[in-house]
């Protein structure tokens, strides 16, 4: 029986929102990065929906020389507003209120 590769994870850093200062093991996917979103579901008190906090994937750093990023850190997204719904290129506008379509 042939062996697996073993799962492979990385400590991400999160910046703002609940998670501030904290670092996660999160797992990364078949090109080697985490994951663009990181939703983090915390169930209610009172049995009501789960508080759903969204963190997006934003670069740590870049190189001197050639600007390429050096890692991934989470950044707090409080206005997130896709809904863990895939956007696909042929996708309709989100038409959210304030954007200027034309």
């Known amino acids: 029986m042939a062996e697996t590769e073993t799962v492979k994870s990385q400590d991400i850093p999160f910046e703002g929102g609940p998670m501030?200062?904290?670092?996660?093991?999160v797992l990364l996917g078949p090109t080697g990065h985490p994951p663009k979103a990181y939703r983090i579901p915390v169930p209610?008190?009172?049995?009501?929906?789960?508080?759903?906090?969204?963190?997006?994937r934003v670069p740590r750093g870049h190189s001197k020389?050639?600007?390429l990023i050096?890692?991934?850190k989470y950044a707090y997204?409080?206005?997130d507003t896709s809904g863990g719904r895939l956007r696909w290129p042929w996708s309709k506008p989100s038409?959210?209120?304030g954007d200027t379509q034309g």
């Open 70 to 72: 050096q890692g991934w």
């Open 44 to 56: 209610a008190p009172d049995d009501g929906p789960p508080t759903v906090y969204v963190y997006r």
């Open 65 to 67: 020389r050639l600007g």
């Open 20 to 25: 501030d200062g904290r670092v996660l093991p």
């Open 95 to 97: 038409g959210k209120p």
């Open 77 to 79: 997204d409080p206005d």
